[in-house]
């Protein structure tokens, strides 16, 4: 098991949630820096028996290597055969690459933003005991709806089956797996390694929760961290918050004024408990029968199509791997 203080952070939560936001104040802070997206250690993991902190093999660095999001580090070939070379096992590896990443950005810490980890959080605490995670949360009706501009049949929940006929019943289902699994996961790892953030609160009080996250991370808090945006505001029509880099701006959408009601009732029907849990609260005082059913038949096609798309990683030997060391 990995000594190193890296990867130090996971910022996490459900995709179009202000995972970026989050990891673009995160990265602005002058000891951290938090990589973007890349999604590669439960990928490198699926098919190996031993799925927690499995020996280094040549055929795990291959995997990470080639995993197509791997780039995102912007380490060079010599960056990964070093770290490699002084590692023994995987989590070895991953904290000499997040070292590394840290080092090329003058920063002896570093970490990830990669929403889905949300769903792994078990999983990285078993590889990395030392590190933190931050969930970032969102009222699922305003993720819905920015959910339902970004997703394709090839991204994000738009490549359910489920999505050609009820795309909001599937941000439904889809928001609730993932806020659920995070919260249900992320106690286990104690108070001083997890920690859930508000969107809403963050946008309209960002130095003050920054202030609070730095603490959690036992860093000094850093200005810089909330003017992440100054300098690279881009004012062109068509872009979205993120390609602009707009800083911090509360209501930049409301499910309130841009969801129908119909849609406001089929979300909440399937994901209403989860609002009123999480304080947002029901706009529907009660689920009409037709929505009713509905949200009962679309529940039943999820949950379907999640038992032919199984969330855990496989376990099964992968032919071939060779040990890195004896």
């Known amino acids: 098991m990995t ?3 890296n990867p130090y952070v996971f910022a996490v939560g459900c995709p179009r949630s202000g995972t970026t936001l989050l990891q673009r104040m995160l990265d602005h802070h002058p000891r951290l820096a938090v990589a973007n997206d890349t999604h590669f250690i439960p990928h490198a993991l699926a098919g190996f028996p031993q799925r927690v902190d499995p020996p280094l093999t040549l055929e795990l660095v291959s995997r990470v290597r080639s995993y197509r999001r791997f780039p995102r580090l912007g380490l060079s070939d010599e960056d990964v055969e070093r770290a490699a070379a002084r590692a023994r096992t995987f989590s070895d590896f991953v904290a000499g690459l997040y070292s590394r990443f ?30 933190r995670a931050l969930h970032i949360i969102r009222d699922g009706r305003d993720v819905c709806l920015s959910a339902l501009e970004w997703a394709t049949e090839t991204k994000g929940p738009g490549k359910l089956e489920l999505w050609r006929e009820e795309p909001v019943a599937v941000c439904a289902l889809w928001w609730r797996r993932n806020v659920s699994r995070g919260r249900n996961d992320g106690p286990g790892l104690g108070t001083h390694r997890y920690r859930e953030v508000r969107y809403e609160t963050l946008v309209s009080n960002p130095v003050d929760e920054l202030d609070k996250i730095a603490a959690f991370l036992d860093l000094p ?6 003017a992440y945006h100054v300098g690279r505001t881009r004012d062109e029509p068509g872009l979205s918050a993120k390609s602009a880099w707009l800083p911090p701006t509360p209501g930049l959408r409301d499910w309130r004024s841009a969801m129908s009601d119909r849609n406001v009732e089929l979300f909440e029907a399937l994901a209403g408990d989860l609002l009123a849990e999480l304080g947002y609260g029901r706009a529907t ?24 798309r199984p969330l855990a990683l496989h376990t099964r030997e992968v032919p071939g791997s060779t040990p890195m060391r004896p």
């Open 3 to 5: 000594t190193s203080c």
């Open 102 to 131: 840290g080092q090329l950005r003058g920063k002896q810490l570093a970490g990830e933003k990669t929403p889905d980890y949300v769903r792994f959080l078990p999983l990285l605490q078993a590889l990395f005991p030392r590190a």
């Open 221 to 226: 808090f850093a200005p810089e961290m909330a």
């Open 285 to 308: 005082a009660s689920i009409s029968p037709s929505i009713a059913q509905v949200a009962e038949r679309c529940n039943e096609r999820w949950h379907a199509e999640m038992e032919r």
